[in-house]
């Protein structure tokens, strides 16, 4: 019956999460331990790797990178592999969306533009990475850290990106991972980390 297969369906379905989950995690090996790290070195190093690692698969593409890195921040303790993933991430997908937007855009005038901007408030420190790419459709804006969850076209994301990169903010830096976003006009995420 119908609804035998959608409790196959939805069991088998969990069941590729957590085998998925799993192998994620031995991939990384052990959880790495948390170092005092300085996050505009971190930022900058990730952000040119990210810019670079998308010009070699797509020589045609252009983007200004501008950095806005508040000086003197203290160092945190945080697990570099890991915090360099998100930010790698979020950056991945930041280009994709400016060249989505570059790919649909009939303005002549638009110019693609990804900025990270770090800064220290309120106890802790923020690293905010903006792009003027195509945006978020506000009906799934609230969908995008669940797993398995892609606003890509099939074959062209996982969906494990942002789930992951929000557990790796939550769960291991006990920090938050918040979206801004408008169609057709940018998308801001932020990572707030306790000092």
């Known amino acids: ?29 052990t959880v790495g331990a948390k170092v005092p790290t300085d996050i505009n070195q971190l930022s900058s190093e990730y952000t040119d790797l990210a810019f670079h690692g998308v010009r070699a698969t797509s020589r045609d593409f252009n ?10 921040l203290p160092l945190i303790n945080a697990i570099p592999q890991d915090l360099s993933r998100v930010i790698l ?11 989505d937007r570059m790919k649909k855009s009939v303005d002549p005038e638009y110019k693609p533009e990804v900025c990270v901007t770090t800064e220290k408030k ?3 420190i923020f690293i905010h990475i903006r792009d003027n790419g195509s ?10 850290f669940e797993p398995f969850f892609t606003t890509k076209p ?9 789930s992951l990169s929000y557990d790796i903010i939550t769960k ?18 932020t990572i707030q980390l306790p000092i």
């Not at 991430?89 to 060249?99: C, E, I, K, P, R």
């Not at 099939?154 to 942002?162: I, V």
């Open 89 to 99: 991430n979020l950056l991945n997908n930041g280009f994709y969306a400016v060249a």
């Open 172 to 189: 291991e830096h006990q920090g938050k991972m918040s979206v801004q976003s408008e169609e057709g006009s940018f998308t801001e995420f």
């Open 135 to 144: 945006g978020i459709p506000s009906a799934i804006k609230d969908k995008i």
């Open 122 to 124: 309120e106890g802790s």
């Open 63 to 72: 983007c200004t990178i501008t950095k806005n890195f508040e000086e003197n």
């Open 1 to 29: 019956s119908l609804k035998s297969n959608l409790t196959k369906i939805t069991n088998h379905g969990k069941r590729a999460d957590s085998i998925v989950a799993t192998m994620l995690q031995h991939s990384r090996g």
């Open 154 to 162: 099939t074959g062209e994301g996982t969906g494990l990106g942002l």
